[in-house]
T-cell receptor, first 116, second 112 residues
Framework: EAGVAQSPRYKIIEKRQSVAFWCNPI?????LYWYQQILGQGPKLLIQ????????DSQLPKDRFSAERLKGVDSTLKIQPAKLEDSAVYLC??????????????FGNGTRLTVT | GEDVEQSLFLSVREGDSSVINCTYT??????LYWYKQEPGAGLQLLTY?????DMKQDQRLTVLLNKKDKHLSLRIADTQTGDSAIYFC????????????FGAGTRLAVHP
């Protein structure tokens, strides 16, 4: 099966600019996650979708970050305006369903964002 | 302190066993996981253990869980150079829609 696809792989922007990341989950996976991984830290959940509805966005900085999952498939994560501390790898993951141990998360390779 | 803690670095000789340790604070976690991340790649699930288990073995991997001490370990037998990567411990949040809390990761370096 094809894995989780993310683009772009790398992005360099100046602070206060905007940026968008795209994710295509594994076909049939109902749950989609966006994680932020700052260098030297573990991934931190930003937002979780079940189909096209948000089930957890408690750690999403909503003043500058937004995400959507149109038609319950692809998803985009946007940052506007970017700050230096947003430099990180943004990982998208999907799972067949939520809340089950035997529905593991499958991660994409991530987008590495550098804000200068 | 951090929710899930790991030592940052481990160096082993090829062929030896590696033991990566993890401690966590929330005893209500139902499942605990080990993920592997190779350079430039996403995270790959290695194994998981249910909180009512003490041990789980899967080929070269052995997971030990000490619930009393909230301590989780991953043992890799016959460590190979291909095992060099960052290993993340994660706990599942109870009722949290499959939400995972990750540690900072342990970088495993395997040398000849």
């Amino acid at each position: 099966e094809a894995g989780v696809a993310q683009s772009p792989r790398y992005k360099i922007i100046e602070k206060r600019q905007s940026v968008a990341f795209w994710c295509n989950p594994i076909s049939g996976h109902a749950t989609l996650y966006w994680y932020q991984q700052i260098l030297g830290q573990g991934p931190k959940l930003l937002i979780q979708f079940q189909n096209n509805g948000v089930v957890d966005d408690s750690q999403l900085p909503k003043d500058r970050f937004s995400a959507e999952r149109l038609k319950g498939v692809d998803s985009t994560l946007k940052i506007q305006p970017a700050k230096l501390e947003d430099s990180a790898v943004y990982l998208c993951a999907s799972s067949l369903r939520q809340g089950a141990y035997n529905s593991p998360l499958h991660f994409g390779n991530g987008t590495r964002l550098t804000v200068t | 302190g951090e929710d899930v803690e790991q030592s940052l670095f481990l160096s082993v000789r090829e062929g030896d066993s590696s033991v990566i340790n993890c401690t966590y604070t929330d005893s209500s976690s139902t499942y605990l996981y080990w993920y592997k991340q190779e350079p430039g790649a996403g995270l790959q699930l290695l194994t998981y253990i249910f909180s009512n288990m003490d041990m789980k073995q899967d080929q070269r991997l052995t997971v030990l869980l000490n619930k009393k001490d909230k301590h989780l370990s991953l043992r890799i037998a016959d460590t190979q150079t291909g095992d060099s990567a960052i290993y993340f411990c994660a706990r599942g949040v109870s009722g949290g829609y499959n939400k995972l809390i990750f540690g900072a990761g342990t970088r495993l370096a395997v040398h000849p």
